[in-house]
């Protein structure tokens, strides 16, 4: 009989841990942040997507789920509507093109939920905060590169982001900026890349048929840049130009080691700002204060100081 009673008491006291343990499970508040990437094509959107996974893991109370707009507005836009159906508590989106993912953006901060804009802008203040390089400052540093490199006289490509975006518009208006005082120096060929490596590859060839000098290209991102290097070693002019590029990505395929390989004059840092997103994320959802625009640094990297960033 004592054997009995001690089994029932074991058995009750383990019902009433299972109960407890359950219990404390379903207490941990999960939070789900929906981030809606326009594209996972290029390496520098790769390397953001990798920094925000690898950032939420820190917070188990987070769910991640990450969505591809393939450069394609629509499906951005059908992105994140879906986003609003699985209910997120947080969006997460770097827009393909500002005007047309304004409104989709608007809608979910309207409804009551926090939105990080991060990398590309909108054209609106309905957002909780916005995460980004500033572009203009990063253009008119390439631009004033570019002027002491032409000794303030030459010909120069410009291989465009997709114009339709806020990065792109300002990469270009900072580097008018910074050519600014030079007359002897012409923007003689602009096309927009879409910031693919092959598109700037294929300007690049077109350019080279059209021009018989050219002094330096100047890209709105390293992969472009890259290409359009590729194109004039394809055409043995590699040598007569220089090539300026934006993101210095570490890595093999990178504009650091483009840098460093003597493809790529310079490169300007962009960071990707998806670690500090999920950061900034966590303590939105925890209520406690974000600034309403947070600005990353960024620097000139060149031979004299790329084998630090390797």
Known sequence: ????????????????????????????KKYVIGFSQCNSAEPWREAMNKEMMKEAENYPEIELLISDGNQDNSKQ??????????????????????QPLTAIVEKVYNQGIAVIVLDRKILSEKYTTFIGADNVIIGEAAGKY??????????????WGLKGSTPAQERHDGFIKGLAGNPGIEIIYEQDGAWLRRKGREIMENALQRFSNIDLVYAHNDPMAMGAYLAAQNAGRENEIYFLGIDALPGAEGGVQAVVNNQLEATFLYPTGGSLA????????????????????????????????L
């Not at 509507?81 to 699985?86: A, D, I, K, S, T």
């Not at 950061?279 to 640094?297: G, M, R, S």
């Open 146 to 159: 570019a002027a002491e490199l032409l000794n303030g006289k030459g010909k120069i490509i410009e291989i």
């Open 1 to 28: 009989m004592k054997i009995n009673s001690i089994l029932k008491s074991i058995s009750f006291f383990l019902a009433v841990f299972l109960i407890l343990s359950c219990g404390d499970k379903e207490e941990v």
């Open 278 to 309: 999920i950061k900034t994320a966590v303590k939105i959802l925890n209520n406690q204060e974000t600034e309403k625009n947070i600005t990353l640094e960024t620097e000139t990297i060149d031979s004299s100081n790329a084998e630090k960033y």
């Open 77 to 98: 836009v059908a992105d994140i509507e879906n986003f609003l159906v699985r209910e997120i508590d947080l969006l997460i989106v770097s827009p393909n093109e500002a």
